[in-house]
């Protein structure tokens, strides 16, 4: 009852760059399964009303479909695509952005009892659940709001923090309620993993960033591990690559220096290293981005 219904909202309300009229709130319509594309998760509730998603992140990989949703609780490095979509059924998906200071203020009005406690040892930083009645319908009436704008200002952030409520509440209210608990394992790994984004390019030593986290050594990269499912210089790798592909769609010619942007002193490692996470070579890669962004534009009405 409730798929049907946010199936024709997400239709109505769908735009190219898959932002709304709500904060926080985004709408993806895919009319086609391409080949796996690089990105990073931000800290997200993403719920699919039709068609099929997988996402791989190190050696794991999550799928999920019409009914189930997937949450993220630390921006992290991944390899998606939509498997199952054409134009006559696109893939068809909701995201809500999740705010750490949001679950935190949820989990200090919560009465004794009524939120889970949260365990000591850091949980994956994704994972994927069937999704109850209860979740569906107050994304349902979120994404009424969209027709709604005299309401949406005053209803919007209720709502919104009642979904948080029902995550936290639910199969994976683990995840999420570390998310607002500033000493948890997943708040010092996710202190980590920001500073590895923005030092990607230079060299550490796994003792440094563990120092920085606040853990041992043998605590941090147990708990890096389960979160992430890499270890800190894989992760920083991934980094490395995915910021590589980003620069070559702007700088094609230059693969060398790309590569020495991005922290790489050999230009052979790199490309051997891009060629085995992209499956082509950076130039042959960088070509064949700049032929898919010509026929998208040009194939835009």
């Known amino acids: 009852m409730y798929l049907e219904e946010l199936r ?7 735009r190219p760059e898959w ?5 926080g709130v985004l709408i993806s319509k895919v009319e086609r399964s391409d080949p796996p594309a690089p ?3 931000g800290t997200v509730l993403a719920v699919i009303a039709q068609g099929a998603k997988r996402l791989a992140l190190g050696d794991r990989v999550y799928e999920y479909r019409a009914g189930q949703y997937l949450v993220a609780s630390v921006d992290l490095p991944v390899t998606g695509q939509f498997t199952d979509a054409d134009p006559e059924h696109p893939a068809l998906g909701f995201g809500l952005t999740l705010e750490p ?3 935190a203020e949820l989990l200090l009005q919560a009465g004794p009892g009524d939120a889970p406690r949260a365990g000591g040892s850091a949980l994956p930083g994704i994972a994927v659940s069937d999704a ?10 979120l994404l009424r709001l969209l027709d709604e704008p005299r309401d949406r200002t005053v209803l919007a952030p209720l709502v919104k923090r009642e979904i948080l409520w029902r995550l936290i509440t639910g199969e994976q209210g683990g ?7 500033a000493d948890s394992s997943l708040s010092h790994v996710a202190r980590s993993v920001r ?3 923005e030092h990607y390019a230079q060299p550490f030593k796994v003792e440094d960033v563990a120092q920085l986290s606040g853990m041992s050594v043998s605590a941090f990269y147990r708990n890096f591990q389960a979160v992430t499912a890499m270890s800190p210089i894989q992760f920083q790798k991934q980094i490395r690559l995915q910021e590589a592909r980003l620069l070559l769609a702007t ?3 230059d693969v060398t220096a790309v590569g020495h942007r991005v922290g790489y002193d050999s230009a052979s490692q790199f490309s051997r290293e891009y060629r085995r996470q992209f499956g082509a070579p950076p130039s042959q890669d960088a070509a064949r981005l700049r032929h898919t962004a010509h026929t998208t534009a040009s194939a835009l009405p």
């Open 8 to 14: 024709t909202l997400l239709v109505r309300h769908a």
């Open 19 to 23: 932002t709304t009229a709500i904060d």
């Open 39 to 41: 990105s990073m998760t």
């Open 101 to 103: 200071s949001v679950v």
């Open 132 to 141: 109850p009645d209860p979740l569906l319908d107050a994304v349902v009436r």
């Open 175 to 181: 995840i999420v309620r570390q998310l607002g608990l």
């Open 195 to 197: 500073w590895i984004r």
């Open 251 to 253: 700088h094609p010619n």
